[in-house]
């Protein structure tokens, strides 16, 4: 697709600063792999793997409630885009997406300057994913949505994409066509800490195989696959450009608590109208009584009991008390701000992902 002169600069800043640290990422890699006794050729033929078939995610949650009252699924349906931070004043990392805040002040710092050239809109900037390398049944980034979206293929090639969050401004930077720098930083944490994206016991040599015989298969029904909860570690992607459901969006996997509701009823009307496969992965869903108290805050145990049904909390509870704490505000304000509260409901979900269990049952469609 044609990008507009901010986004074709954000890309290219990136992509020189990737180039220029080239020589060096090389040599890491280089050395890693000699300690791995793996060939350049191997190498080189799970990088081309990756450059042909990996697929970028967009986590979300559905049922958020946007500035009209409608949820994400709803507007999603309606206008067939997914916006970014910056339009939708919505995010599930920092809510700072406005011109001077974080979110600005860090792309500022990762695209040098490209978004803030004078008469670049809002909509021209970059949207959120993770490089879905490792096909985990709950997504590379679960701690951003309950649900995401896969990518085509080629949308890969006008995105950036930083090792971890771009928010602690890392200095691994790269695109499709310079990603030596994110290589070298997954290789080295692999080899030091045996452990990288959400799995442990990984190793550079099973890294490479998966790589070079499984990101190229078909996609796999995730329903009975196991989840990786894998909230912190993630090759985070920049997709610059519109992002058109029809177009660029290939799969849609959900959380199975939405199922019969709704948001569900939406979801999958929304898959019919823009072509877009739909599946299930095996959701999370937690007692109240297991909710920690040392794990995102004392408060967890007391929210979890507060929206629990039958003594469960799932996606869709806390979705649902979001919305109502959107609508009626006033009956929340014994837990403190909306703003306050909201956090909570946002760690509750991080709790939610490590400690929830897969539903035993599927619910039918």
Same mark, same amino acid.
């Given at each position: 697709m044609k990008l507009t002169g901010a986004q074709q600069s954000a890309i290219d800043y990136v992509e020189r600063y990737a180039a220029r640290h080239k020589d060096d990422a090389q040599a890491t890699i280089q050395h890693l792999l000699r300690m791995s006794n793996i060939t350049t050729e191997v190498f080189h033929k799970a990088v081309q793997k990756v450059k042909e078939h990996a697929r970028i995610a967009l986590h979300f949650h559905p049922d958020r409630p946007n500035s009209l009252m409608n949820c994400i699924a709803e507007a999603l349906h309606q206008e067939g885009i997914y916006k970014s931070q910056f339009e939708t004043l919505l995010s599930n990392g920092s809510v700072s997406a406005y011109p001077g805040g974080l979110?600005?002040?860090?792309?500022?710092? +990762?695209?040098?300057?490209? $978004?803030?050239? !004078?008469?670049?809109?809002?909509? /021209?900037?970059?949207?959120?994913?993770? +490089?879905?390398?490792?096909?985990?049944?709950?997504?590379?980034?679960?701690?951003f949505g309950s649900c995401y979206f896969l990518l085509k293929p080629e949308v890969s090639k006008r995105a950036t994409f930083t090792y971890l969050d771009s928010h602690q401004i890392p200095k691994e930077k790269g695109t499709i066509r310079e990603f030596d720098m994110i290589l070298a930083a997954l290789f080295e944490e692999i080899f030091t800490r045996d452990y990288a994206l959400g799995e442990s016991n990984l190793m550079i040599g099973s890294l490479v195989q998966h790589l070079v015989q499984?990101? !190229?298969?078909?996609?796999?029904?995730?329903?009975? !696959?196991?989840? $990786?909860?894998?909230?912190?570690? $993630?090759?985070?992607?920049?997709?610059?450009?519109?992002?058109?459901?029809?177009?660029?969006?290939?799969?849609?996997?959900?959380?199975?608590?939405?199922?019969?509701?709704?948001? =569900?009823?939406? +979801?999958? #009307?929304?898959?019919? !109208?823009?072509?877009?496969? +739909?599946?299930?992965?095996? =959701?999370?869903?937690?007692?109240?009584?297991?909710?920690? #108290?040392?794990?995102? =805050?004392? /408060?967890?145990? #007391?929210?979890?009991?507060?929206?629990?049904?039958?003594?469960?909390?799932?996606?869709?509870?806390?979705?649902?008390?979001?919305?109502?704490?959107t609508r009626n505000s006033v009956t929340w304000s014994d837990r403190g701000t909306q703003k306050e509260i909201v956090q909570e409901l946002k760690l509750l979900w991080h709790v939610l992902v490590k400690y929830g269990k897969p539903y035993s049952k599927r619910k039918s469609v």
């Open positions: 979110r600005n002040r860090w792309e500022e710092q +990762l695209f040098g300057g490209a $978004y803030q050239i !004078k008469g670049t809109t809002l909509n /021209e900037r970059a949207k959120y994913g993770a +490089l879905n390398i490792m096909m985990h049944a709950d997504g590379p980034a679960p701690r499984k990101i !190229k298969l078909p996609f796999e029904d995730p329903a009975e !696959k196991q989840v $990786y909860r894998n909230l912190n570690h $993630y090759i985070e992607a920049q997709v610059h450009g519109d992002l058109v459901l029809k177009e660029d969006v290939e799969i849609l996997v959900a959380d199975p608590s939405f199922i019969g509701t709704k948001v =569900g009823v939406t +979801l999958t #009307s929304l898959c019919a !109208k823009y072509d877009i496969k +739909l599946y299930y992965h095996s =959701g999370f869903q937690l007692a109240v009584d297991h909710v920690p #108290s040392d794990f995102r =805050g004392s /408060e967890m145990p #007391s929210l979890a009991k507060r929206i629990a049904k039958n003594q469960v909390i799932d996606a869709h509870l806390i979705g649902e008390a979001v919305m109502d704490l």
